[in-house]
């Protein structure tokens, strides 16, 4: 469905990403790992098309978008949750959810799917009418989720979902993400909870300055001593 050939960026003389190759198949769940300044950021900007690529093709279900605006890259489905959610927070709940809408053409459906975001987080639903400051963090990060939801997506890229939320919400959190995959939702996550992550992802890649060091399967990836040492914090 994505996928990423030898994607190289730079931030002036800088190496951001050293011919990253990843592949993330319709209907799954892939997680980057990495800590801060490995290149998941960066990573997830050149899907985006924020970034630009010094070398390398990036490809979404068969066509190149290397070359695309990052508005035509919304329009093929690949939705962004950005890290720090990036919300309207003087707008309500309800608002927020249909600005997540504003580029799509099935204005019809809009409405069922907002109540069906609402069945998802049902909080956000006795709180329709609340400006968003009024939310507590995980409010706002299940908004934040539902509202890149409302868009549609093909593709959902999510960008460090449990940052700062107390351990109950992130499993909550993670549980939806888990669940999401069961209607059909493909989903590419950035995270550097690798305990969580390897527990619902099919798939991980390990960034490390910018370069894949690893990647497998999950439940392979969730036995390696590096990863055990290094990013679960258990001795080899």
């Known amino acids: 469905m994505l996928e990423l050939k030898e994607v190289s960026c730079f931030y002036g003389k800088v190496r951001a990403l050293r011919e990253v190759s990843i592949v993330v198949e319709e209907g ?3 997680s980057l790992l990495g800590a801060n300044g490995a290149g998941k950021m960066t990573c997830l900007k050149a899907i985006s098309r924020i970034a630009k690529l010094q070398s390398g093709k990036i490809f979404f279900r ?12 919304v329009q093929l489905g690949l939705i962004q949750v950005p890290e720090g959610r990036m919300l309207f927070p003087q707008l309500t709940v309800e608002e927020n959810l249909k600005m997540g809408a504003c580029s799509r053409k099935d204005r019809k459906a809009i ?5 069906r975001m609402y069945g998802y987080f049902p909080v956000l639903g006795q709180r329709r009418r609340q400006t968003v400051a009024t939310l507590s963090g995980g409010e706002q990060q299940m908004l934040a989720i539902a509202r890149g939801l409302m868009a549609a997506p ?5 960008d460090e979902p449990s940052l700062g939320l107390a351990p109950v ?3 909550q959190i993670f549980a939806f993400i888990r669940d999401l995959k069961k209607t059909g939702t493909t989903v590419l996550l950035l995270e550097q909870n690798a305990s969580m992550v390897l527990r619902i992802a099919d798939r991980a890649y390990v960034l490390e300055t910018g370069a894949i060091v690893m990647s497998g399967r999950a439940s392979e990836l969730v036995k390696s001593e590096k990863v055990r040492a290094s990013y ?3 001795g080899t």
Request: avoid cysteine.
């Open 232 to 234: 679960l914090g258990i």
């Open 28 to 30: 799954s769940i892939v």
């Open 62 to 73: 068969g066509k190149d978008i290397s070359n695309l605006w990052p508005a035509d890259v």
């Open 111 to 115: 409405p069922a799917d907002k109540e």
């Open 154 to 158: 093909k593709i959902l890229l999510l």
């Open 169 to 171: 919400i992130v499993e």
